[in-house]
C-alpha cells in the first residue's frame, strides 16, 4: 500500500490527464506483445501531489492487476535492498525474496509495479529496479516517482532517472503546479461549495499551487470552518507557519513525539522513539494514536512511523531552538549507536548535529568503508568527505574517497584526494596505492607526462622495498600503469615480476591483479583467441578473490577485443553490468558500458539503439579525457551513417583536438574522413585518405577491427 495521509479533498484536481496517461499503459500491458515492462517517470516538487495521483491510479485499475509498492525514504541510500525489500515479507528484504514475489505476480497476470522517491534509493535496489526494467515481461507496468530538486548526480536513484529517461519508450510524467482555476476547484471540492474569489486569491497567493500547501492552509482554519472564511481568517503566509498553527495546540506528549520525529529524520521504529522522546510505552502509544488520527503522523510500516508528509519533518526541526535540536540529536544519536546494524550516514549526521564533531571521524572510517565494499560508492564518498571536515590527513578517510571518487567519474576530486592522501601516506602500502591512484588518474585526464613522472616513483620504490604485500602491490602498479600507457612488453614483464612474487608470498589478490594487467597487455602481442583465454582466466581469479573491480576492469578489456554484437559481446556487457553494480563502479558498469552498448547496437544496423547509448555515453566524461574522446569517436560514426557530413567532421575534430588518437581510435578516424569524402564527392580527398589507411600499421583484432 502506498504511504502517506489522504488528502482533504475527496477528489483529485487538475492531473486527470495524467492519470489518463498511467491508465493507458495497464490497457497496453493487456494486449501488448512488446519485449519489456512499460515504464513511467513521475516526477514533481515536494508537495505536488505524486502520491495522490498514484492512489487514484491504483484505485481506477481493473480487479486483475496485482499491485506491488515500495517507497524509499530519506536514509534509505544507507540501507542496502531498504526499498525492494520491502515487496517481501516483513524481515526479509533480500533481492532473492524480491524478485520471487515479483516473478509470481507477473506469472499470473498484468502487474503494477511503484516505487515511490527514487532520488532517495539505495544502490542495490537501484540495480535490482533497473534489472526488472530490462525483462521480457510485457505485463509488468513499472511506475516511479522523485523530486527533480532532489536528484544528486550520481546518488544511485539520480543516475536511475537519467539513464530510464533517455530511453524513448519510458513516458514522462512532470506534475506543475495548480493555476488559480484549479486552485478553486480544489478550495470547493474541500469545502463541498464554490468559494469566492478572494479566497481563492487569498490561498493561491500563499500557497503557490502546490495542493499540499493548499490543504495545510486550509486546515489552520480548523474543521468547521466554511471555505469563505479564508478570505477573513489570518491565513498563515508560509507552509512553516501553517505548520506552526496546526501544532501549537497539541499537547506536550504529542509536541515531544512530532519534535523526535522531525530531527531523527526517518521513519522511526516504536523502541527507537522511546528513547528519543523520553516517554513511557504507555504514554507513547497514546501519543502516537492521537497523531494518527489527526493525520499528522502515519505508520507505513508495522510499528514504524514518520509524517505524513516529509515537508512538516522540515517544517517542524526549522521551529526548535537549537538546544532543542541538539538534545534530540544526542538521544537520537546514543539510540542508533545501540543498534546492532548501525546506520553510519545517520550516526553522522545526528553526531553533527550535537555538535560531537569528534566522533565523526571514527565512525566514517568503518562506515565509509563498508559502504565502499558494498557497492555503495556514493554514500561512502558522502560520509567521507564529511568525515574529512574534521579529520583532512586521515589517510584511511582519503583512500576511500579517492577510491569512491574514481569509481564515480569524479576525475579531479578523486585526483586531490589522491595527492593529499600520499602526503599524508604512514604505511608503504599506502605510499604505493596513493601514487598507483595518481598516475592512473593523471592518465585518465589525459596528462601523460605527470603519469610517466608517478610511475617512475613507483618503480624507483619497487626496487627499495623489502619483500612482502607492499612491494608486490608496487610491482603490481607498475604492470597496471604501463598496460594502460599501452606498453604492452613492459607491462607483461611487470606483471610477471608482479606474479612470482604473489606466488612467492601466497598473495591470492596480487596474482588476480597481475594477471588482469598481463592478460590486457597481451592484446597487442599474441592472437586474439589467445588474448581472450587469459583475459577470462583472469577475471575468474578476480572472482575467486572477490574484488569486483578487478572483475569489471577485466570484462571491459575483454569487450575491447570481441565481436561487439555476437554472443560473447553480450555476454560480456551483461556480466560488467552485474558486476560493476556490485562494487558501485559508474565508471564503467555504466559510461563505458554505454559505449560498448552504442558499439553493438552500430555492428547490428541498430541507429535508434546507437542514437541512444551514444547520447547516454557522452553525459559521463569531461573534454578532457580518452573516454570522452571516444565518446565522440562513436557520434562520428553515427552522424556519417545518418548523412549529416558536418556533423561528423566536427565530432572527429573534437576528438583530433583532444590528442588521444589512439591506434584502435586512428582507422575510425580515417574511416569518417574516406566515407565523408565519398559522400561529398571529393574523390582526390578519397583517395588520399585510402591511401593513408593503407599505410597504417597493423593493429590487433580488436573490437574496432572487426566489423
Known amino acids: ?37 512499460e515504464i513511467a517517470l513521475v516526477s514533481g516538487e515536494a508537495g505536488i501531489g505524486k502520491t495522490r495521483l498514484l492512489r487514484e491510479f491504483i484505485a481506477a485499475l481493473p480487479a486483475d492487476v496485482t499491485v506491488l509498492t515500495a517507497q524509499a525514504r530519506p536514509g534509505s541510500m544507507g540501507r542496502p535492498f531498504d ?25 499470473a497476470g498484468r502487474t503494477l509495479l511503484v516505487v515511490e522517491d527514487l532520488h532517495w534509493a539505495d ?81 493561491y497567493r500563499r500557497s503557490g499551487g502546490i495542493p499540499f500547501v493548499v490543504e495545510e492552509l486550509v486546515r489552520c482554519c480548523g474543521p468547521d470552518a466554511c ?63 492521537s497523531l494518527a488520527t489527526q493525520s499528522i503522523v502515519v505508520e507505513p510500516e508495522d510499528d514504524t512511523f514518520w509524517f505524513g508528509h516529509a515537508l512538516v519533518a522540515d517544517a517542524v526541526q526549522q521551529q526548535l531552538l537549537g538546544r532543542e535540536r541538539r538534545r534530540l540529536h544526542e538521544r537520537s544519536f546514543a539510540a542508533l549507536r545501540a543498534q546492532v546494524e548501525p546506520d553510519h550516514a545517520a550516526l553522522v549526521r545526528h553526531a553533527s548535529g ?143 615480476r608482479a606474479l612470482a612474487d604473489a606466488r612467492r608470498n601466497g598473495d591470492q589478490w596480487l596474482e588476480a591483479q597481475a594477471s588482469v594487467e598481463r ?15 587469459a583475459l577470462l582466466h583472469a577475471r575468474e581469479l578476480a572472482r575467486q578473490v572477490g574484488d569486483s573491480v578487478l572483475e569489471c576492469r577485466a570484462l571491459n578489456n575483454f569487450l575491447a577485443i570481441v565481436t561487439p554484437h555476437g554472443e560473447m559481446g553480450a555476454w560480456a556487457r551483461s556480466e560488467l553490468s552485474e558486476a560493476a553494480a556490485r562494487c558501485g563502479l559508474d565508471k564503467l558498469g555504466a559510461g563505458m558500458l554505454a559505449l560498448w552498448e552504442a558499439e553493438a547496437a552500430m555492428a547490428s544496423g541498430d541507429m535508434r539503439a546507437m542514437r541512444q547509448f551514444v547520447a547516454e555515453a557522452g553525459q559521463h566524461w569531461s573534454a578532457r579525457s580518452s573516454e570522452y574522446c571516444h565518446q565522440r569517436s562513436h557520434l562520428a560514426d553515427l552522424r556519417i551513417e545518418e548523412g549529416l557530413v558536418a556533423d561528423a567532421l566536427a565530432a572527429e575534430q573534437e576528438v583530433e583536438l583532444g590528442g588521444v588518437v589512439s591506434e584502435e581510435l586512428r582507422p575510425s578516424e580515417y574511416r569518417v574522413h574516406l566515407v565523408a569524402a565519398a559522400l561529398e564527392g571529393r574523390r582526390a580527398d578519397a583517395e588520399r585518405v585510402f591511401s593513408a589507411i593503407i599505410a597504417l600499421p597493423l593493429v590487433p583484432d580488436k573490437t574496432h577491427s572487426l566489423w
Not at 488528502?7 to 500491458?29: F, K, N, Q, T, Y
Open 227 to 289: 471555505i469563505d472564511d479564508l478570505k477573513t481568517a489570518q491565513l498563515p503566509w508560509s507552509l512553516d507557519e501553517a505548520v506552526r498553527q496546526q501544532l501549537g495546540g497539541l499537547p506536550p506528549d504529542e509536541r515531544r513525539v512530532i519534535d523526535a520525529l522531525a530531527v531523527f529524520g526517518d521513519p522511526a521504529p516504536f523502541e527507537i522513539l522511546l528513547d528519543v522522546c523520553g516517554l513511557t510505552d504507555d504514554r507513547l502509544l497514546v501519543a502516537l494514536r
Open 1 to 37: 500500500m502506498l504511504r502517506g495521509r489522504n488528502g482533504l479533498s475527496p477528489v483529485m484536481i487538475g492531473r486527470h490527464p495524467s492519470l489518463d496517461r498511467l491508465l493507458g499503459l495497464v490497457e497496453a500491458a493487456e494486449v501488448r506483445s512488446g519485449d519489456g515492462p
Open 83 to 107: 526499498v525492494v525489500g520491502q515487496l517481501g515479507p516483513a524481515g526479509d528484504n533480500s533481492a532473492a525474496t524480491a524478485r520471487a514475489v515479483l516473478e509470481a505476480a507477473v506469472a
Open 354 to 496: 550535537a555538535g560531537q564533531f569528534e566522533l565523526i571521524p571514527a565512525i566514517a572510517r568503518e562506515g565509509a568503508r563498508r559502504y565502499l565494499d558494498r557497492g555503495a560508492s556514493f554514500q561512502a564518498l558522502r560520509l567521507a568527505s564529511e568525515a574529512l571536515a574534521e579529520a583532512p590527513n586521515d589517510p584511511e578517510l582519503l583512500a576511500v574517497a579517492t577510491d569512491a571518487a574514481w569509481r564515480l567519474e569524479f576525475g579531479r576530486e578523486a585526483l586531490a584526494y589522491a595527492q593529499q592522501w600520499n602526503a599524508n601516506a604512514v604505511t608503504d602500502l599506502e605510499r604505493v596505492e596513493s601514487l598507483r591512484f595518481i598516475a592512473r588518474l593523471h592518465h585518465e585526464l589525459l596528462d601523460a607526462d605527470q603519469r610517466d613522472f608517478t610511475v617512475a616513483l613507483l618503480e624507483a620504490l619497487a626496487d627499495t622495498l623489502p619483500q612482502g604485500l607492499a612491494r608486490g602491490r608496487c610491482i603490481g602498479a607498475v604492470a597496471q600503469l604501463h598496460m594502460l600507457a599501452r606498453r604492452s612488453a613492459a607491462a607483461v614483464d611487470w606483471a610477471d
Open 123 to 203: 544502490a542495490d535496489s537501484v540495480h535490482f529496479i533497473e534489472q526488472v526494467c530490462m525483462q521480457a515481461w510485457p505485463q509488468l507496468v513499472i511506475v516511479g516517482t522523485y523530486r527533480g530538486n532532489d536528484l544528486s548526480r550520481k546518488a544511485p536513484g539520480g543516475e536511475l532517472v537519467l539513464r530510464l529517461e533517455r530511453q524513448h519508450n519510458v513516458e514522462q510524467i512532470r506534475l506543475d503546479r495548480l493555476d488559480r482555476a484549479e486552485v478553486a476547484g480544489l478550495l470547493a471540492a474541500i469545502g463541498n461549495a464554490p468559494p469566492s474569489s478572494g479566497a481563492v486569491e487569498a490561498v
Open 519 to 533: 592478460s590486457s597487455a597481451l592484446e597487442h602481442l599474441v592472437p586474439r583467441d589467445e588474448s581472450e583465454r
